[in-house]
């Protein structure tokens, strides 16, 4: 199972970033645990400084933006 | 998956199409911006009612203004979409961080526009700056520049008032962003942060580089810009503009040139103050700048509220306050505030 963070302050587009994220992993059939990470102070420890962020298993992959759909696909099943 | 399938998702047309497209659309666009005030006539006198009535001029005048400024939207957008695909917050803290301050502060202040920037993650942004080692002052040009001179801005005062005054805003807004700045370093403030953003080493482990996207993929970026910021505010634009076509029409000039023109000095600190509890973007804003320019009120004073709204309010100053002591929040409004007031009034007095 791959945990997935993602880092927003509860914007609207961190939210389509985590539903993005449950229906790429959904699709490819991988497991993931999806944690929303909205504090100010653990954002900026994960080093994320634009929203929404997306790390995988303690990785961070993803700052600033909706991510692209295909390479969030490629990220969910390296 | 292979490399090359992750990079982007695979283009249907290959470049040369693209940049031809491209071509092809700019001068499509040159050629029906041209057209747009004798189309905007044409249509009016299709409908009935007298062209030099109150109605006739209101009508001409929407029907003209609202293709202008979704068309220059639309252009400025795009060309600002593409620029910044070259910009990342990671790189512009790479750049601004241990630069001195003076340089540091002209240089954020531009980075500033060019950076892609939300507020919403103006905290981490913050925070990410701060610890990186880029100077508070240096970090505060960013954060004043970065919201106050953006393109929907510009673009509304240059397709709505005229290029000079535009530009005028661009220098002014960037003037206080490196001054408010440069100021607020010289204080010696740092001791003011929250105490535990002193403390904290923020991670530095940026994401990886993104591979540097073609040029196609810029142009991708461009047109998502334009999507995102195009569908936020054209509601405001055709508010903005239907109120200032009524206004055109029908509103008797100088009606409030007495208590908000030129010559009523405490016009300017008014406006400032009614600015910082208001929280809208330029877009918003739109519609009360042409009604009150509409009513004869001065420039200056327009301007200045247009700032205060922008770059002074209260919901981004809650934000803040996570990161800041109220102390630091009342120094950087008080010095904010100075520099709007002293542009509202040089305003009033140049034009």
Known sequence: ?78 | MTAETRTFPPYRLPGWAWHLALVAAVAAWVLVYRQLSPLAEAMTALLPVARDSHAGEAIAFFLYDVPKVMMLLTLIVFVMGVVRSWFSPEKTRALLSGRREGVGNVMSAGLGILTPFCSCSAVPLFIGFVSAGVPLGVTFSFLIAAPMVNEVALVLLFGLVGWTVALTYLAFGLGIAIVAGFVIGKLRLEGWLQDWVREINAGTAAPPEDDAPTLVGRYKLGIRAVREIVAKVWVWILLGIGIGALIHGYVPEALMARIMGADAWWSVPAAVLIGIPMYTNAAGVIPIVEALLGKGAALGTVLAFMMSVIALSLPEMIILRQVLTLRLIAVFVGVVASGILTVGFLFNAIF
Do not use: F
């Open chain 1, 1 to 78: 199972m791959k945990n997935v963070k993602v880092y927003g302050p509860g914007c609207a587009r961190c939210e389509s970033t985590a539903e993005m994220v449950r229906q790429a992993a959904e699709k490819l059939g991988v497991v993931v645990e999806v944690e929303k990470v909205s504090d100010a102070k653990s954002i900026a420890m994960a080093g994320v400084m634009s929203t929404p962020g997306i790390s995988i298993d303690g990785k961070l992959v993803h700052a600033g933006g909706l991510p692209d759909a295909a390479r969030l696909e490629g990220w969910l099943s390296a």
